[in-house]
């Protein structure tokens, strides 16, 4: 958490629940798809971290915007814009999908919500998709409409989530698979729920529609959660890390493809479907790729926030990648980070050197992820 | 200025002056194209508005992202993506292009650099129009590269600034004209200067190419600088809202049409030249807009800062609009802002009240920009 404050201005978007969060004393924010995203409250991000394993969160994720495309080429153009094979996709099914471009480079990875056959929503990171989407629609003449709808969600968290939104939506909820999605009646209008989030803990996320709905939304959730000792939180860094979850924009950039971040599972190869990117994607199969995601656990003091990149070399100090988020994990006992790793030193158990920005050079080891 | 924190990540980005910055104090930030814009340092910004009007300023703007356009197709494409009429457009000439898409919505407003016939950048507001450009590109099928070259713009602003620069760069800087460029010996380095910045104090940017020259760069001026008694400064929120100059985002977003933002000279709206959008330019040129950007000056003790736009009624409480951007003039002694107006409100004189979050009401009127 750095001590510099953040200028607030109407460009950098509020949700329909910031008013919410600085009640409750929000500490921090970042920003993403120019939109405020809760980073930190009143306890460390330590606290934070054992009441999400422990009890119920609610979270202001109404950052992940969502691009809505619809239409007679939607499907053709959802297509076209990711190497996952979408002909088994059905309505009710969330679906992680790397975005890349005609270079198979990432350019974002969203969670597609497949609404209907035609009507679809990307629930995004920190890039704007809605251009990407629209920019080929226009090109390509398809008969689409791509907008950003009024959509703002909000994710319950923590192993106690499930006994909070039965108590309010019902026992049906729990029958709800990881991923998947319903919808369901929440303040007398109907709402689509998914059981999903940016954690490992479970959870749900409610995709409100209608940005007046928000403190009504956040409001019912609070007093029903008082019997699960809810807290306001936010993507917790050392959970997150420990999880594997990844970043665009931290962990991989434009800069990567789905290989190197371990997406080979989403990248089908076949001739049947078409995708840009896709002869890229298939000379990288066939060459090989020289890097890829890996943790890495590393010793030493606590280590100070990983704001800018951490340095990771080999113990006789060449430059092999860098730790793109890192923190200290209670649990492991040991700092532990993501980084790039490249081929010839990927392999778990490998030594590596991380040096943080307060000096030391920390002895470390490449890790499976999730840690 | 919020006293909330920005959380630090590699998504945010550094610039290459970001380690200048913070040893000079800097105190805030904002983040624009996934980048770090400074806010503020240890003045206030009074004195900072004060200084810039009389000294001279080094700004870090590198978040001010080019997108690069060449290849054969180049000119097409640019054209395709803006009103104005480009066609005259020589090398060597800046000019500030609204880019708006098939609905004729604001998607951005760069300075477009014309670098070579077939060879453009975009030094653009916040929002990804690199993925827009390459969307349409592969759409149409044009033969075009597009991306985000390794060039990080640093602004030498105030009325001293063309003496600072002669110093440095030679006599001839001072012929150059407004929104002008031309390619000087920066370190040993062809580099590109411009004559042009965020702000009306006259000053230059210097299109930096090389990262790895960011603290060289910034060294070299600041050093010379001192017998101009040169601060490290930002856009500053006072003289800029004196001087008309809006922000995507802020004063206009996609929910906007280029006439709202007082664009008109800049849409070409003839047969002999294309562009996307253009059919719904003509339409709303047909049928008139309903609102359009004005000043508003306001009573009253100095505004609270305006992270949240304060709601603008009829002296009898109808709701006609927001101040984007407000601040404190100490110049003009008054409170001065910029919102959208209804065309029946949008005459100079016309009163208006600006509710601040302070809980007063102040009686306004509209104003021509600049103040």
Known sequence: MSETGLNMSRRIRRTPYTDKVE?????????????????????????????????????????????????????????LMTPRDLRKAHVGQGMYIPLIDENACMLNDPILLKLAEHHFWMSIADSDILLWAKGLALGLGLDVSIDEPDVYPLA???????????????????????????????????????????????????????????????DLIWKAGKDYQIEPGCPNLIERIEGGLFSWGNEFTRDNNPFECGFESFCYLGDDIDYFGKAALQKIAHDGHHQELRGVTFEGDKTPPCGKPFPVTTPDGTNIGQITSGIYSPRL??????????KPLWQVGTPVVVHTPDGYSRRGLVSNLPF
Chains 1, 2 share one sequence.
């Not at 939109?35 to 009890?55: C, G, I, N, Q, S």
């Not at 106690?160 to 998947?180: P, W």
């Not at 040991?334 to 790793?341: E, F, P």
């Open 333 to 342: 006992q040991s700092n532990i980070g993501i980084s790039m790793i490249p």
């Open 156 to 218: 319950i968290q923590g192993p106690k989530a499930v006994e909070l939104m039965s108590d309010l939506f019902g026992n049906t909820i729990r029958d709800l698979k990881y991923f998947h999605f319903d919808t369901f009646d929440v303040l007398g209008t109907p709402q689509i729920i998914a059981r999903s989030g940016y954690c490992k803990q479970g959870g749900f996320e409610i995709y409100l529609k209608g940005w007046h709905l928000g403190d009504k939304l956040w």
């Open 23 to 79: 009640i409750h004393g929000v500490r921090g924010f970042s920003v993403v798809n120019h939109m405020l995203l809760p980073k930190a409250f009143a306890a460390t991000v330590e606290e934070d971290y054992w009441h999400l394993r422990e009890h119920v969160q609610i979270w202001d994720v109404g950052c992940q915007r969502q691009v809505e495309i619809k239409g007679p080429d939607a499907a053709r153009l959802v297509q």
